[in-house]
């Protein structure tokens, strides 16, 4: 079933994302105020998609899923094209020592809180997606580096994929006992 396979593949990050926010950590580009605010609603969302997926059938949700991706993406490149990555910005932010986005005021902060809820629940609920909804939306802001964008959103990673495990044994808790 979709919540097997989605239960499968979090398991197995657990395993990938955590050496990989390692290397990003390494490499100094990661940003740690930026993964808390990203990273624990995104495991919240996770957790809830988990158990949402566990108890319902996703083959409506395929469609709306694959669309924002879509229309993510198309946005990424539009941007690109009309809109240029300002790197001289993202180098002063960096100099500064701010994460994505720059400074984390109420505003950023509440946004990237939506942003890993929604997308939190998208990867767990429909089997993927927490890299290309969070990526995508923080390098269409073009207000960081990529590499320090990727090494954030890589290090959060491993929050969503640990909730996401859990709300699947939470979920699937009669069914993986049968197994």
Do not use: C
Not at 33 to 38: A, D, E, R, S
Not at 89 to 109: I, L, V
Not at 128 to 143: A, H, N, Q, Y
């Amino acid at each position: 079933t979709p919540a097997h396979a989605s239960a499968a593949v979090h398991f197995a990050e657990m395993g990938t994302t955590l050496p990989s926010g390692a290397s990003h950590w390494k490499l100094r580009n990661v940003h740690w105020p930026t993964v808390f605010f990203l990273g624990v609603p995104g495991a919240i969302g996770a957790f809830f998609g988990a158990t949402l997926l566990s108890n319902l059938s996703t083959d409506a949700a395929k469609p709306v899923i694959t669309a924002i991706l879509a229309l993510l993406g198309f946005y990424v490149m539009l941007r690109s094209f009309l809109l240029p990555w300002n790197r001289t910005q993202a180098a002063e932010n960096t100099a500064k020592g701010y994460g994505p986005g720059g400074a984390p005021t109420r505003k950023s902060k509440l946004s990237l809180g939506l942003l890993g809820l929604g997308g939190g629940f998208l990867d767990a609920s429909g089997g993927g997606g927490w890299g290309p909804v969070t990526t995508s939306t923080l390098m269409g802001l073009g207000k960081a580096e990529p590499r320090k964008i990727i090494g954030t959103v890589s290090a959060s990673e491993f929050l969503v994929s640990v909730a996401a495990s859990l709300g699947f044994i939470f979920g699937l808790a009669g069914e993986l006992q049968e197994v």
